[in-house]
C-alpha cells in the first residue's frame, strides 16, 4: 500500500517547463509501476507516461513524446514528470498513480483501471 502526494504545479506560460513531484510514503515504494494521467478541463482523464519498477523501461503518450521526461528516485519514494516546452493544450490536473502488476510489455500501461493508488492531484495551467 501507498500513499501519493503530489506538488510542482503552477501557472506558466507556453514554451515554458515545470517539473512535478509525486512523493510515495510506505517501505514498497519500489513494487510499483508509477504512471502520470491527466484531465484538461472538459475532458476524460488521459494518459501521459508510466515507468517500470526499477526505472529501466520508460512509456509516453504521444502527445508528450519529446517534450515530457518521466523517471523516479527509489531512494527517496519519489517519482518526477519533468514537463518542456509547454501548450496551452498541456493544461490540466495532473495525477500520478501506482500499479502492482509489471511493466510487462506495457500492457495497461495507459488504462487507469489498472492503477491502485492515486495522488490527489497538482494543477497545470499553459496561458498561451
Known amino acids: 500500500q501507498v500513499q501519493l502526494v503530489e506538488s510542482g504545479g503552477g501557472l506558466v506560460q507556453a514554451g515554458g517547463s515545470l517539473r512535478l513531484s509525486c512523493a510515495a510514503s510506505?517501505?514498497?515504494?519500489?513494487?510499483?509501476?508509477m504512471g502520470w494521467f491527466r484531465q484538461p478541463p472538459g475532458k476524460e482523464r488521459e494518459y501521459v507516461a508510466a515507468?517500470?519498477?526499477?526505472?529501466?523501461?520508460?512509456d509516453y503518450d504521444d502527445s508528450v513524446k519529446g517534450r515530457f521526461t518521466i523517471s523516479r528516485d527509489n531512494a527517496k519514494n519519489t517519482v518526477f514528470l519533468q514537463m518542456n516546452s509547454l501548450k496551452p493544450e498541456d493544461t490540466a490536473a495532473y495525477h500520478c498513480?501506482?500499479?502492482?502488476?509489471?511493466?510487462?510489455?506495457?500492457?495497461?500501461?495507459?488504462?487507469?483501471?489498472?492503477?491502485?493508488?492515486w495522488g490527489q492531484g497538482t494543477q497545470v495551467t499553459v496561458s498561451s
Open positions: 510506505g517501505r514498497t515504494f519500489s513494487s510499483y509501476v
Open positions: 498513480a501506482a500499479r502492482r502488476r509489471n511493466y510487462y510489455s506495457g500492457v495497461g500501461l495507459g488504462d487507469p483501471n489498472e492503477y491502485d493508488y
Open positions: 515507468v517500470s519498477k526499477n526505472g529501466g523501461s520508460i
